[in-house]
């Protein structure tokens, strides 16, 4: 391993599947000259963006990895138009050996945790890895940010490696296929850049939302589109949307991309979140205790990467204050609100939906009784209220009839005690808290 290899496994760590496979996974050590690393690049867009958005995050990682290097320096590399070097070698065959290297290794359908949410996505894209081609052309998964449309098509792109030797397999997030096309553009090179997109049985092309509002873009990957879908080539895409709510898609492209199998992710259900965790916490040789794992799977709503990154900073926690991974521990890694996680709810919000919840009126949730039917609901709001919003233990008794903040105190700390060992609770509190994003 090159020690660039080593600033860009650290790299990978640090941003996402889909930045890191845009702008690192292609790049590579030219040369060390004192303290300055050579590094290639496959475009001049890549270089310019690399060199601006990235620069300070490069440097950061050569510093925790303690290494004697003070600037990094790129060239690009002076490759035809296409995707991956078989096309500069003058072969436009995309082989197994070029698409393994664009693809993350841990997305794999072996790692990819199914459940009800993901269920339908995963078996469309197994049948397509199965028979390329011949079932679900062209396939097209949609999900929000983080759910897991990447880890599908680098899986496909896997298995395909695997079960279909010789297969030319080419995997290109969409604003490669852009950057490839102004290159060959500027270079006089089209036939080349259209003999290394068009001569492949499998085009796997991730984010293809990126091309909206991209006309001449647009026209190119339609011909491309036509050409292999004609030929019974197999075409995988990903979006963060399907096609009629992409902005800016031309209606030809919207048309064609739902001639095949539109398949969904949703956000994971309790129970998926929940064996997500276990199996990362697995890979991390930690055994994750029930009450923490409910916690945490409680505590984020939508995400999978947001999921791991919560573990990730329990973890992180516990091993730098030498503490047992515990429920409070969780809670104090988890404190406030988590990263990119816009705080909209408000205690109004929260006494609506657990009176609901209860077939009660949210006025109930806020009148001096001791009645059961009225307390425990009212602490569960509480608790809420605490969770999910920035509201103080005074402003939180306030919102709830002028209590007093020792008793708001009580009513969090008893359902959190309560949380332990009850999963009827632990489901209720994560039913009200869908319910409320």
Known sequence: MSV??????????KLTAESFQNWFADTRLDSEDGDTLWVSVPSEAAKQYVEQEYSSLIQSAIRELKLPFRQVCYT???SPCGPGEAAGNGNHESGPMDVAGQLNPRFTFGNFVVGSSNQFAHAAARAVADRPGRTYNPLF??????????HLIHAVGHALIEQHRGLRVLYTPSERFMNDMIRCIRQQRMQAFREAYRKVDVLLVDDIHILAGKEATQEEFFHTFNELYAAEKQIVMTSDSPPKDIPGLVDRLRSRFGWGLMADIQPPDLETKMAILDRKAEAEGIELPEDVRIFIATRVHTSVRELEGALTRVLAHASLTGAPISLCLAQQALKGPLPNHEQRI??????KAVAAKFELQPAQLKVKTNSHNI???RQIAMYLAKELTSASLPEIGRAFGGKHHTTVLYSIRKIERQRQYSPELNRLIHSLSE???
């Open 346 to 351: 408000t205690i109004e919000s929260i006494l």
């Open 375 to 377: 307390t425990y609901p």
């Open 435 to 437: 319910s409320l994003h």
């Open 76 to 78: 690009v590399r002076s």
């Open 4 to 13: 660039w290899d080593t600033v860009k496994a650290k790299l990978s760590t």
């Open 141 to 150: 998964i949609h999900a929000g940010v983080g759910l897991g449309k990447t």
